[in-house]
């Protein structure tokens, strides 16, 4: 993918805006994906992220120093993640695949670690894309969820308001994912944080 200097510079700066705007209304997002990661750990082997977004988690795993592969249905959200780790000179760390989360085109037990950051909420519904994330988890490996919590979709909601948007968010909860990964038989730990909670889900 070609990527021009201007796009790159322009890219970053509304990335640091936005960044900064969330922080002076108090989150703060290094700090949330901090959380994330310090939970997680210890994290080895192949890695997958579901749900790339604008890439602000990819680019913290990134900057930890992992190598990993992620998934996106939208290719249009996924441009963004590029340009932010572009940016960083990080794109080696990433291998980026457009998949939807209910039909993933992985191999059964391929990764040992597999994140999912501020998706829950998006979700229709749990059982198809929670059942494709066990299906491709290795049999000693952990299922990573994060989300926002109450304080967390407040601020969200003042957050898009101010830029003249709705932020859509569906009646599934990581409660209701901790329900069903323990359906699977997997040991469920929940760690509350600021503005988002982290599941973490272990074979």
Do not use: W
Not at 23 to 52: C, M, W
Not at 109 to 137: M, Q, T
Request: hydrophobic share 40%; aromatic share 10%.
């Amino acid at each position: 993918m070609q990527i021009s200097e201007n796009e790159l510079v322009e890219n970053h700066k509304r990335f640091l805006e936005r960044i900064e705007l969330y922080r002076q209304h108090g989150y703060d997002f290094d700090l949330e994906r901090s959380f994330v990661i310090e939970k997680a750990l210890p994290i080895s082997g192949n890695i997958l992220e579901a749900g790339t977004g604008k890439g602000y988690f990819s680019l913290a795993l990134a900057q930890a120093g992992f190598h990993f592969t992620t998934f996106d249905i939208s290719g249009s959200e996924q441009h963004y993640a590029r340009l932010n780790l572009a940016y960083y000179g990080l794109m080696h760390h990433i291998r980026f695949d457009l998949a939807d989360m209910e039909h993933l085109p992985y191999p059964d037990a391929s990764y040992d670690a597999i994140f999912a950051v501020n998706l829950v909420h998006h979700l229709d519904s749990l059982e198809p894309a929670c059942g494709e994330l066990v299906r491709v988890l290795s049999a000693s490996g952990k299922i990573v969820l994060a989300d926002f919590n109450e304080k967390g979709l407040a601020a969200v909601d003042r957050f898009h308001a101010l830029e003249g948007r709705k932020h859509q968010v569906s009646s599934v909860t990581i409660g209701d994912a901790g329900t069903l990964f323990a359906q699977y038989g997997m040991e469920v730990n929940l760690h509350r944080g600021n503005h988002l909670d982290v599941l973490v889900a272990k074979r």
